[in-house]
């Protein structure tokens, strides 16, 4: 009776010795990561509509009609689909308003200072084509990070704004919002006037 006590008491002094040395590992806390997004090749399209605008577009995205501006034929959407973004482009004709138009775009683009760490203006004038502009990049945690507006300054004025439908964090969405930027500086300088 006391060699199969003594066996058990042994067994189990074994079977705990065992399992507590297993646990003895060094741990080392694995850095914080975001997964990896595949993005697409480069490759443009030229929009063509009755808007008295054209530009290229990225042939990986769809271009919509904007829902919440039915009545406005020239407010679109160019939709990043599977990354759950979209650059809202708005139109709107300059009837002797031109330095009100410019003063609520900037206006618009500066309501994200209270996330934004930085914003910086970037001047497109491509006198030619009579295409000016200017490109507000929003650095952090802000809604938007890049907004743009095009114009002839007499006629015509188009604004964007890139928007992801995702809680805003700069370091995640980086690989994609450069991305989206290079599409942003593809589509302003093939931009023209019809």
Not at 26 to 31: A, I, L, S, V
Not at 157 to 162: D, E, F, V
Request: proline content about 4%.
């Amino acid at each position: 009776m006391h060699k199969k006590y003594f066996l058990f008491i042994i067994g189990i002094l074994f079977f705990v010795t065992s399992i507590s040395s297993g646990c003895k590992r060094n741990y080392t806390p694995k850095p914080r990561g975001y997964i990896r997004i595949d993005l697409p090749e480069k490759e443009y399209t030229q929009y063509r509509t009755d808007c008295p605008y054209t530009f290229l577009y990225p042939t990986y995205t769809i271009i919509e009609k904007d829902s919440s501006r039915l009545n406005e034929k020239c407010w679109i959407n160019i939709n990043y689909k599977d990354y759950d973004g979209k650059i809202h482009i708005s139109y709107k004709d300059v009837k002797n308003n031109i330095g009100q138009i410019l003063e609520e775009t900037r206006s618009l683009a500066y309501k994200h200072t209270l996330k934004a760490d930085a914003i910086t203006e970037r001047v497109f004038i491509k006198p030619e084509k009579n295409v000016y502009g200017n490109v507000y990049e929003i650095a952090g945690d802000a809604a938007s990070s890049i907004q743009f507006f095009l114009t002839d300054s007499t006629e015509h004025y188009l604004r964007g704004a890139l928007y992801f439908n995702t809680q805003p964090n700069e370091d995640s969405l980086a690989p994609l919002i450069n991305f989206v930027r290079e599409d942003i500086i593809v589509l302003i300088e093939s931009f023209e006037w019809k």
